[in-house]
């Protein structure tokens, strides 16, 4: 089926993304529109898998447009068009864009930053066992890249996966998405390994560290903190908070379902 595609743009605008996005050669459903609260009209109908939000359309544009365009289609990507600026692009990302595209970039820029959107994030394990798939749902998908089978889909529970990575042993994944959080997940059973953790209050990115014990998560606000996620690290200080292991009794209570291993020595 072709890609439906809402532009919003000036008119000169218009027509040299029409043009670009027609001889790309891809399958497009293509509506132009000038004006912003039009383009919100026409997501809310047709929920189009792109809209290319030029920033000085007429009535309604910049943040507020695109946080409009994701309120009627939550599912639509909003690619922003604008004059190169931080701030500017900071702002539209913030507000729900999947993209931001410098008007110096032109209509070329555009047509790659679909791409790249479309294909959503990727995040390959160390040992190239393992393909993670991120996107603008709530499941992020790991595949068994050597049997081409899906092993695991990690339901994290927030707006969005955009940011995944690898622990450098392949055994842990990192995830963060729209919502100001990251979880960790255990790559060989799909389980979520302790609570999601946080840095602010707005879109997070992450970063492992090299030696995979500390996990960096920068918030859209500025803030920022480093987590310790070393497991071993958690099991000595549990053990040490606890003072003892876990009797059987409490392992069926806390942990039904797997074999008693518990993690302090008696």
Known sequence: MPT?????????????????????????????????????????????????????????????????????????KVICLADASPLVAAEMLQAGAAAFVSRDDGAEGVF??????????????????????GGFGRVV????????????????????????????????LAVSGWEPVASLWDVATGTQIGPRLTAGSRRTMLDVSPDGRRLLLVAGNGEGAIWDIDRESWKRRACAIANRTLTREEWEEFVPGRPYKPACAT
């Open 141 to 172: 998908r790991v595949w068994d890249v050597h049997n081409q089978k899906l092993v695991h889909e990690l339901d994290q529970g927030g707006n969005g996966a955009f940011t995944l990575e690898f622990s450098p042993d392949g055994r842990t």
């Open 112 to 133: 790659r930053a679909m791409r790249a959107v479309h294909a959503g994030p990727v995040a390959l394990s160390p040992d190239g066992h393992f393909l993670a798939v």
């Open 4 to 76: 439906k595609v809402v532009v919003c743009d000036t008119p000169d605008g218009l027509a040299q993304l029409q043009y670009v996005l027609i001889m790309s050669g891809a399958a497009m459903e293509i509506e132009t529109v000038t004006d912003g609260l039009r383009a919100v009209e026409v997501s809310a109908r047709i929920h189009p898998e792109f809209v290319v939000a030029g920033v000085g359309a007429d009535s309604l544009s910049g943040a507020e447009l695109v946080r409009r365009l994701r309120a009627v289609s939550p599912e639509t």
